[in-house]
């Protein structure tokens, strides 16, 4: 198990909040509004943003051309697919049940990391990922009748937890020895022309001016999800093992279901209350300190 840092338990706070709070204001910002358009205008202002944030940091931009293959693998199971199938699920269904559907990624990702990068997990580990699972279902146990009329959400969000399970996987191990947020900005600014040229060729007979709802959600959205959340996900995932940064993260849903019962109105049931037992359950198991084990013996992650 892995013990966090003061600096990643401030990055991991500040970003359960951001996160949270992100699926309502989502949820407003694709109602009456082209969804991938919509994303491709976050993107587009938010990455200006995060590269004044590298010149103020005096971060260097420059990826050597060696890097550039690994960089667009990257870019694409953590940014490309994610952000264009999870904003089209979130038209089908509601801020808090998107949020869960999206939030299965930790399971997605120990399974991959035990399946096909050999991880080795403990029982304590796996217990976590029983928990998160469980969470899951009571979070989605009223959803389940509407859920079966709308299975083209249901499988935009699980294949986009899915891909971002498998970045989070591939960024832990990436060898490029550039700083994080260098490849933040780039995985953002690739995200931008991809999202652009999809809103164009799929959105452009439905484009209209944002109203300042939409406006309100596509700011919240470039300022504090892309020119902040993302680059303190990237870093976490890229220093923490992927089990403890996946399952940390699983508060996201949690806040996002609550934060939508207020703003939204989406009803809250006693399952909802069980599961935040469960997911908290799920972040000790990877983040609570485990006992020291005599010299010599293994430690697994």
Same mark, same amino acid.
């Given at each position: 198990?892995?013990?966090?840092? +003061?600096?990643?338990?401030?990055?991991?706070?500040?970003?359960?909040?951001?996160?949270?709070?992100?699926?309502?204001?989502?949820?407003?910002?694709?109602?009456?509004?082209?969804?991938?358009?919509?994303?491709?205008?976050?993107?587009?202002?938010?990455?200006?943003?995060?590269?004044?944030?590298?010149?103020?940091?005096?971060?260097?931009?420059?990826?050597?051309?060696?890097?550039? !293959?690994?960089?667009?693998?990257?870019?694409?199971?953590?940014?490309? *697919?994610?952000?264009?199938?999870?904003?089209?699920?979130?038209?089908?269904?509601?801020?808090?049940?998107?949020?869960?559907?999206?939030?299965?990624?930790?399971?997605?990702?120990?399974?991959?990391?035990?399946?096909?990068?050999?991880?080795?997990? +403990?029982?304590?580990?796996?217990?976590?990922?029983?928990?998160?699972?469980?969470?899951?279902?009571?979070?989605?146990?009223?959803?389940?009748?509407?859920?079966?009329?709308?299975?083209?959400?249901?499988?935009?969000?699980?294949?986009?937890?899915?891909?971002?399970?498998?970045?989070?996987?591939?960024?832990? !191990?990436?060898? *490029?020895?550039?700083?994080?947020?260098?490849? +933040?900005?780039?995985?953002?600014?690739?995200?931008?022309?991809?999202?652009?040229?999809?809103?164009?060729?799929?959105?452009?007979?439905?484009?209209?001016?944002?109203?300042?709802?939409?406006?309100?959600?596509?700011?919240?959205?470039?300022?504090?999800?892309?020119?902040?959340?993302?680059?303190?996900?990237?870093?976490?995932?890229?220093?923490?093992?992927?089990?403890?940064?996946?399952?940390?993260?699983?508060?996201?849903?949690?806040?996002?279901?609550?934060?939508?019962?207020?703003?939204?109105?989406?009803?809250?049931?006693?399952?909802?209350?069980?599961?935040?037992?469960?997911?908290?359950?799920?972040?000790?198991?990877?983040?609570?300190?485990?006992?020291?084990?005599?010299?010599?013996?293994?430690?697994? +992650?």
């Amino acid at each position: 198990m892995h013990a966090l840092t +003061s600096r990643q338990w401030v990055l991991l706070a500040l970003l359960t909040v951001v996160w949270g709070f992100n699926w309502p204001i989502m949820k407003l910002g694709v109602t009456g509004y082209p969804p991938l358009t919509y994303r491709a205008l976050c993107l587009v202002i938010g990455t200006p943003i995060l590269g004044l944030g590298l010149l103020a940091m005096k971060v260097p931009f420059r990826i050597p051309r060696q890097y550039w !293959r690994e960089l667009f693998i990257l870019g694409l199971f953590n940014m490309f *697919i994610w952000h264009a199938l999870i904003v089209l699920a979130v038209q089908y269904l509601s801020s808090g049940r998107s949020a869960i559907l999206g939030y299965t990624m930790p399971i997605f990702s120990a399974l991959l990391g035990a399946f096909i990068f050999q991880n080795q997990l +403990s029982k304590r580990a796996w217990g976590g990922v029983a928990a998160a699972a469980l969470g899951v279902i009571f979070l989605l146990w009223h959803e389940l009748a509407n859920l079966s009329g709308k299975p083209i959400g249901v499988l935009l969000a699980l294949t986009a937890a899915c891909a971002w399970a498998m970045g989070t996987q591939l960024l832990r !191990r990436t060898a *490029i020895p550039l700083p994080t947020l260098t490849l +933040s900005f780039w995985m953002s600014a690739m995200t931008a022309c991809v999202l652009v040229i999809l809103a164009t060729l799929f959105e452009s007979d439905q484009w209209q001016p944002p109203s300042q709802v939409h406006w309100f959600s596509i700011f919240y959205n470039a300022i504090l999800v892309f020119g902040f959340a993302h680059p303190a996900w990237f870093y976490l995932a890229r220093n923490l093992p992927p089990l403890a940064s996946t399952l940390s993260v699983m508060m996201v849903p949690i806040l996002g279901v609550f934060s939508g019962s207020l703003a939204l109105n989406e009803l809250l049931h006693w399952q909802d209350w069980a599961a935040t037992g469960l997911i908290a359950i799920a972040i000790a198991s990877v983040l609570w300190p485990s006992q020291k084990k005599p010299d010599g013996a293994p430690t697994v +992650s």
